[in-house]
């Protein structure tokens, strides 16, 4: 019996260099800026965190759920009561209070380094020409969204021979990756689309009723309805190990990144501390 899966191990290693790369291009931004970041996390840390510093006033935040990466900078969220905890002296580094081009900049990050990941990965598992090689992406996506909703015997096993035809002669882990980061493109709306039903006073009941609908519609296709098909594929002890094994890859590179962060971030601090010293 398999106990581990390398492509499985492979594929998780790559979604999250994705993910740790848009926390860099983040914190780019914000020190270009001149933006103060309040928080650097890899992983979720709902309910409690595995290491939590404080270096140069950022937190940074280990989680244990190995599904996301952010920043938070100073003023996010633009309401009276945030921008009332701020410090006077903080307020020229509020993310509120930059110009509007670089607020949209910033909420485009995720589009930018997916979109980019997936179009790489296609160019480099390229066996015909990049028109053909999207036309067949889109063609294969297309199918598969088919076959999701359908329960016709034959409608999958077309798309399984599908599946072996447009894999043939490529990497199954890269082509495994851009597949994956289509569907991470899927999750980027999810915050916009919750302000919807935020508790900002300006939306009304309706807005508020729609994006509360729109949500849970998303979260059930890419929480549920996804997994679920591609796990059909495959026995529970494959999906386990499959599952189990992409999870090492991103717990195990995440935890290099964090902790190679904080050696970098002390040592710039120290080096600052240092030279005022001198």
């Avoid at 926390?23 to 103060?36: G, M, P, R, V």
């Avoid at 607020?103 to 380094?113: D, M």
């Avoid at 995440?254 to 010293?277: C, E, W």
């Amino acid at each position: 019996m398999e106990y581990f899966n390398i492509n499985a191990y492979y594929l998780g290693v790559l979604l999250f260099v994705c993910l740790f790369i848009s926390n860099i291009i983040y914190s780019l931004i914000c020190l270009i800026w001149k933006i103060k970041i309040v928080e650097f996390g890899l992983f979720a840390n709902a309910w409690f965190s595995l290491h939590k510093e404080k270096v140069m006033g950022t937190d940074f935040i280990l989680g244990w759920l190995p599904f996301s990466s952010h920043i938070k900078p100073l003023g996010m969220i633009a309401d009276e009561e945030e921008k009332a905890k701020i410090n006077p002296a903080d307020l020229p580094k509020a993310f509120f209070n930059k110009p509007k081009y670089l607020q949209k900049l910033f909420r485009f990050v995720p589009w930018v380094i997916y979109l980019s990941a997936a179009f790489i990965a296609i160019l480099i598992n390229s066996t015909t020409s990049l028109e053909s090689e999207f036309a067949s992406i889109g063609t294969y996506i297309s199918d598969a969204l088919k076959t999701m909703f359908s329960d016709n015997i034959q409608t999958r096993e077309n798309f399984i021979e599908s599946t072996k035809q447009i894999t043939d002669a490529k990497n199954i882990v890269v082509f495994g990756f851009a597949l994956l980061v289509i569907v991470m493109l899927l999750l980027t709306p999810i915050t916009l689309i919750m302000n919807w039903f935020s508790d900002d006073g300006k939306k009304n009941k309706l807005q508020k009723a729609l994006g509360f609908i729109i949500t849970i519609g998303i979260l059930w296709f890419i929480i549920w309805k996804i997994p679920k098909f591609v796990f059909s594929f495959f026995t529970f002890s494959q999906s386990i190990v499959y599952f189990s094994s992409f999870l090492i890859g991103m717990f195990s590179v995440g935890l290099v990144f964090f902790y190679t962060t904080l050696f970098v971030v002390k040592n710039i601090s120290q080096n600052l501390n240092t030279g005022k010293v001198k």
